[in-house]
C-alpha cells in the first residue's frame, strides 16, 4: 500500500524542513468538473474519499520518512538547481556532526573546505547532466567533530515531471574504520614478510664457510613474498670433515620460520651432545645424529601437523666420500668430474615428523675432486614457467652437468639465471635455496705460521716481516717481486684493519697467518672490528688528485684473490691468495 | 723525522730516511716534510734509501708534489728502488711524477727547465 507514495517520493516537491508535504493529492483526478454539477452525496462521498487518501497518504510518508530518517547510511537530497540540501537524515547529523536546521538550505561550501566542496559540486553536475546514477567509491570528506572520513557514495538524480533534473538523492556509507582495519591488515602483512625475512636470514640460513681446506661452498636464496622455512647450516669439524645440512619445512610463513630454526638448533644439539659422547678423534655418524634430532623434534612436529624433509650429508675430505642421510629432500646432485655427469642422490628415509620410530638409513658415495654436490630446495624445481611447466630436477641436473667445471659461487649464478630465464621472473612463489659444494685436491701447506699483533699502524713493519720470515722457510725460496707483493697486500689490508675495522684504536688485536701451499700463498688477517664493504669502496683516482683510496685496489692488484668473510671464530677474516708461478 | 737537506744551486735535495714509509710513519714524514719544503721551490727527492713505500706512504709523497705544484714549484724523484718502482707503476703514479734514475739526471733535468725558459 505504500508502493504509489514511494513512486511519487521522486516526483513531488520537499520542503525545506526536509518533510513531504502534499499540494497535489494523488486523488485529484476526480475533481476537476465544477461543483455545482456534483450533487451533495456525491460531493460527501468524494470529500470522504478524498480524506481517506490523504490520510492513507500522510502513513505512507510518514512510513517512509521514518525509514529514510533511521536508515543506518547517511541520505542527504540536494535540489537540483541551487545544490542545496533539502533532506537530511539522523545519520548524516551523526555522522557529519551538523545538525539538520543547520543544513537545510545551505551548500556543501558551507561546511566543508572549498576544494572538498569544488568535488562534491563536480560530482552532482555530472551525475545531473548524466542523468545516471553515479558511484564513487572513496571520497575524503572533512568533518568537524571526526576529522578526516572516507565514504562511499551513490548519487542518484531525481528527475521531474518535465523530465529534468529535480533532486540529486545522495547515500553514503562512512568507510573510514573499514579502510584503516584493511591498511593495518596490509601493514600487518608487510611486517609479517618482514619477520620471517630476518628469520631466516639470521636463524635459517648460514653463511657457507669460505676459507675451508678441500672444499669450496657457496649458497644462494632468493627468498619470496612469505618465506619457507628452508634452512641450510655447514660445520666443520677439524678440517677433515664437512657436515651439510639442508632442510625444509611444510608450511609458509612465521610457523614454518620458526619450526626451521628450532629444527636446526635440535640439530646442533643433537650434534654437539653425541661428540661430546664420542671417543676423541671420531665423529658421531650422520643416521645416529638426524636419529637423536627426529626424537627430539618428532612428537612436536607430529603435534603441530607439520613435518621437515631434510638432507644431512657428511664430506668425509680425508677419505673422499659422501655419508648421506636423506629424509624425504630433494634429490641431491652429484656431478662427478672424471666423467663431466650428474648422478641423483635419494635416499628412503620418511621426512621428519611422519612416524616417531622411523629408522633412518645412510648411504655412502665415493667422491673425487672437482665433484660438486648440489642441495637445494623445491622451491627450485618446482619453479613454473608461463604455460605452466616445471623447471623440473633434468633440466637443473643438465645445468649442474653444463657449468659444474664453474667456481661454486658461479654455478649457482648460472643456476639462478636459468631459473630466472624459465619463469621470465626474477621473483619466485616459493623461496628458493641452493647449496654448491665441490671438493677440491687436499694439499698440505709447505710452511704455515701465525703471529699476532696489536692494531697499532707501527705493527705494519712486524706484518711485512712476518711474510718475509715464513716465505724463507721454504727450500725453494719466493721470488722476490712475488715477496714485495705479499708485503705490500698485508700492509695494506692490515693497515685497513687498524684504521677502519678498529677505527684508529691501537689496542686491539689482528691475529696473521699466512698458509703455503705447493701452487699458493694464503695471508689471513682476523680481526673483531667493523667487517668491510669491499664493494662500497669507489676505485682510486690515477691522476694525482687525490691522496688516499689506493689500498684497496692495490691488494686486488698485488694478489690473485681477496675474500672477506667470518671465520670460524665469529671473527672478521680477510683471505688473500696469491698463486705461485 | 730527521731530515737532511742538501742544495746544489737552488734546488733542495732530500734523502727520504729510513727503508720505508707506510701507514706508521707517513703522517709524520708528511707534518716534517711540509716544513722543510715551506722555503723551497725546486726540491729533488733521493729515494734510494726506501725500500718499501705503501698507499700511505705514496700519499704523502703525493701531498708533496701538490704542495710545490701549488706555488709553481716543482718536484722531481730519483734514485728509486725496485720495490718503490713497482708500487708507483702498479697505482700509474710514474705518469704522475717525474721519475729519474740518477740524482745527476734529475738535478740537469730542473736545470735544463730553467734554460728552455719553462
Redesign the interface.
Known sequence: MWRSPVRRFLSPPLHADGVFHSTDPAGGSGGEGPASRVTKTELRRELAEHRQTEAELEDARNFLDSVLEHLPVMLFVKDAEHLRFVRWNKTEEEALGIDRSVAIGKSDYDFFPEEQARFFEAKDRAVLTGGKMVDIPEEAIQTAHRGLRFLHTIKVPVLGTDGKPKYLVGISEDITDRKRAQEELARAREQEAEIGFRIQQTLLLEQPPQDLPGVRAAALTIPSQRIDGDFYDFFNHRDRCLDVIVGDVMGKGIPAALLGAATKSHFLQALSRLISLSEPGTLPEPKDIVTLAHSEVARQLIELESFVTVCYARLDLVNRRLDLVDCGHTTTIHFQAGTGTCRLLQGENLPLGVSEREIFEQMSIPVEPGDVLLFYSDGLTETRNASGELFGIERLADCVGRYGRLEPRDLIERIRLEAVAFAGSERFGDDLTCVAVRIEERQLPQARAELEISS??????RA?MFVRDVCARLAAPVD??TL??L??AM??AA?NV??HAYSGRTDRRIQLSAEIYEDRIVLRLHHLGQSFDPDAIRP?K???TE??G??M??IS??VDEVRYHRDERGRNCISMIKKRR | MELTTETVDDVTIVVLPGEQLDAGNAKEFKRDIAAVLEPCRKVVFDLRELRFVDSSGLGAILSCLRQLNGKGGDLKLCEMTKPVRALFELVRMHKIFDIYVTKADALRALRQREESGL
Request: charged share 35%.
Open positions: 697499532d699502524l707501527k705493527e705494519l713493519a711485512r722476490e717481486d714485495n707483493q708485503e705490500l700492509t695494506e693497515s687498524m684504521r682510486p690515477f691522476d694525482g691522496e688516499g689506493f689500498g685496489y692495490i692488484q698485488t
